[in-house]
């Protein structure tokens, strides 16, 4: 069934139903749009949520940063944020393949149907036309008949009256004649007008007509089906972010079951540490006996042996209770034997190297803690020094190793960047053309600068974390502290053992021969390159080499051969393949 046949007198019913079609095509656009500015909305709200909560730039070195919890937290925002962009997806899918493509394809679907209504109308309008002439030629028909019956009626008339004469006769017989062939005209034309309108009534009705229903019926039909896969879509986009959007809330669950809260209480003990003992019983003090006051050898504000006689330190604060910054605690590695302070290269170093017993006693002294007076004087902050005496012991070792740590990767950095404008000077040398070597002047002679600074702070803070870790031993040594006494400004006797040697025993390296670097990837040698220059090696077209250290922006890669010859060769010399 077909609207041409079943629906060929309701042209306005099918006019009608078409624009409600179109109509609905462009209010599902709509919505989909408003949906996808919904999820829009809920995507940046979202990332907006999840930077707010998340950790700054500067922050993520925090101590709060170890805890298994907080480390969670932030796995749980950066997982929040990818679900935020799969909501994103969404909207940006739904956009493109639902708002756009139906929007073009209802254009298109409003031109074609425009086009058939322009047919069915040209069509009408054709039918009129010829009707209009029907009904002209039929009226003109009917007025001549009338005419030429009126001027038969005249002549027969006029031929019974005595009193005409024959030439009155003979003019009104031929009036009559000549009216009744234009009424026979008028009917002639009539008929055939009537056929035409009929003919082109039955072509409209039976033809024209049908088709042009037909096609509309098509056309709605298509926008029914075009219209059936945008509501399929709605649902479809979304699901297929459904397995991405799922594994973004099984991160979630996974953070949280990553919460270790055993381990977040061990790591809340190797933060704040401080390394110091109990104190110990406060004696009783006797003033009824005329003699001076004394105190317990466990008591905290007397300590027992050399600490005795340095000083008692009453400015410092009880470290139990005391504000500290907040530092990252490091591991520490074997350390090595203590160099000896040059003035040239820095700040000066600690007294270490001439009084190593001294200096390190001081030290103890320095970490002793008055005796107890009341929980309201601890809280006052220390005052920070360079040395990091501010700080317990545990605190102190962590914040120094961390120092050490921090110095040699600056110094690492300034060492590399006086390598390669060593080897641009060379470059520019020995090829004018390419640059001035004096230009490089004023940054190798700031590099080198840089680098004497921050090995005098190197050695600085060696000796100093030497002499810390000296003490950590003496206090951890009861053997060595108790049961010797010394008096003032005095040294240990002959019996003391050689803090030095013990120090150094503790912490001796192991001087072995540096393993080779293992290689990184293999050359090829496009062309021979001699190899003259200090720190180059010669190579020939074709040999195949192990590159040991990838070019860093100068221009050169180190390699090794396969006897152990290594040196640095131009990177534009060469084809290298890196190791995965």
Known sequence: MDWGTELWDQYDIIEKHTQSGLELVEKYVKFVKERTEIEQNYAKQLRNLSKKYNLKRNSKDEPECRFSSYQSFLDMLN???????????IAENMMMNICIDLTKYLQELKQERKTYLMEAKKAQQSLESTYKQLDSSKKRFEREWKEAERAAQYAEKT??????????????????HMRAHVAEECKNDYAAQLQKFNKEQS??????????????????????????????????????????????????TKAGTNVNERNDSMVVIEQNKSGFERPGDVEFEDYSQAINRTSSDSSLGTPKGPVDLLGKNKSKNFWLFSKRSKLSPSTLPPFTTPPTPSP?????????GRDPLSYCLKEINKTVKPRISSFRTLR?????TEDFAHLPPEQRRKRLQ???????KELQKEVDQSEALGKMKDVYEKNPQMGDPASLASQISQTSQNIERLRGELNKYEVIMTSVLFIHVLRSSSTILRGTHFPDGAHSDESTPDPSQAIYAEFDDDFEEEELTAPIGTCTAMYNFPGASEG???MQEGEELAVVEEDKGDGWTRVRRNNGDEGYIPTSYVTITLNK
């Open 79 to 89: 997982e929040m944020n990818d679900y935020a962009g799969q909501r994103e997806l």
């Open 536 to 538: 180059t090696i010669s």
């Open 159 to 176: 031929d019974q009256d005595i009193n005409a004469t024959k030439a009155d006769v003979e003019k009104a017989k031929q009036q009559a």
């Open 344 to 352: 040239a290269n820095g700040p000066s170093s600690p007294k270490f």
């Open 380 to 384: 006052r902050s220390p005052t920070v």
């Open 203 to 252: 072509q409209f009705y039976f033809n024209d007509m049908p088709l042009i229903f037909n096609k509309l019926q098509d056309l709605d039909e298509r926008r029914i089906k075009k219209l059936k896969q945008g509501y399929i879509l709605f649902s479809d986009t979304e699901k297929h972010v459904m397995p991405i959007i799922g594994k973004c809330l099984e991160g979630i």
């Open 402 to 408: 961390q120092k050490l740590e921090e110095i040699c």
